[in-house]
């Protein structure tokens, strides 16, 4: 795929949702943080479900330590691996409170070490909450990033680094929504809805649904 190509790709999908945003609700780059946490391996849906009832009750790192890991575990039990991610979002909080003032970081090497917090999280933190033109590579975006043409890579760090090179750089800080967005309802795992697509006459993959 050539530098045109890509260029009237994000055009197209700038065109369509000039603001691109994550679907999981927050009011805070805390609450996003612990979102975005709790998202592993879950869907948007089922967090925003949890945290409509967790937030209005504890929303910053001193009122979730309140509730104590039990007590959180009770408003995210619905939502996969609540045990773990119970016991991260725990000591993340403590740490938050004690090493950065119950503020979220905006440094990516601040972000990782903050327990449940991985390279992918930290990008979404950074990007999202920060403006920072990072790149979240989800198994959405993975997928179109590699069937498209856009940036293909077999691994996930080299797709990430793909993307960050050839996106332009006017588009590169809402991409990751884009290309997430158009993986989740579009450009989907199994029969992909490429009649639909907006970039079909664009993209790369040979093997095109009718």
Request: glycine share 4%; aromatic share 6%; hydrophobic share 40%.
């Amino acid at each position: 795929m050539n530098k045109a190509k890509r260029e009237a790709i994000f055009q197209q999908l700038q065109q369509a949702n000039p603001n691109p945003t994550t679907e999981l609700k927050y009011n805070s780059t805390f609450e996003l943080l612990i979102a975005v946490i709790l998202s592993a391996q879950a869907t948007d849906k089922g967090v925003n479900k949890a945290t409509a009832k967790l937030f209005p009750i504890a929303n910053t790192p001193e009122t979730i330590l309140a509730l104590g890991e039990e007590g959180l575990k009770q408003y995210i039990k619905t939502i996969g691996l609540f045990n773990s991610k119970g016991k991260n979002i725990i000591a993340t909080c403590q740490r938050l409170v004690e090493q950065h003032q119950s503020q979220v970081p905006a440094q990516r090497e601040a972000l990782e070490a903050l327990p449940g917090v991985g390279r992918k999280t930290a990008n979404v933190i950074l990007n999202t909450a920060f403006r920072q033109p990072t790149m979240a590579v989800d198994t959405h975006i993975f997928r179109v990033a590699n069937r498209t043409g856009i940036a293909p890579g077999k691994t996930v760090l080299a797709v990430e680094k793909a993307l960050l090179k050839y996106i332009p750089k006017s588009y590169l800080l809402d991409a990751h929504h884009w290309l997430i967005l158009l993986g989740r309802y579009t450009c989907i795992a199994r029969n992909p809805r490429c009649r639909e697509c907006l970039i079909a006459d664009l993209c790369d993959f040979k093997e095109k649904t009718a």
